[in-house]
């Protein structure tokens, strides 16, 4: 990439995330602890997926 072009991608990247962080702003606190909420969810699912040994797997660890 060009100077003029990456510095015309890191603009619009800095605007995106500034209208992002107003949008956030402007919603209730009900739909912000909705989301959070709804993140953790997926976390725990990811973290217990991970521990999870996925059917078929060879292990050979001896503990």
């Known amino acids: 990439m060009h100077g003029i072009e ?3 991608c890191l603009a619009m990247d ?3 995330m500034v209208f992002r962080l107003l ?3 402007s919603r209730s606190d009900a739909a ?3 989301e959070l909420l709804v993140l953790r969810h997926e976390v725990a699912i990811l973290r217990w997926v991970g521990r999870t040994p996925v059917a078929g ?4 660890r001896r503990c």
């Open 6 to 8: 990456l510095g015309f």
């Open 14 to 16: 800095d605007q995106v």
């Open 23 to 25: 949008m956030w702003r």
């Open 32 to 34: 912000k602890t909705a």
């Open 57 to 60: 797997a060879v292990t050979s």
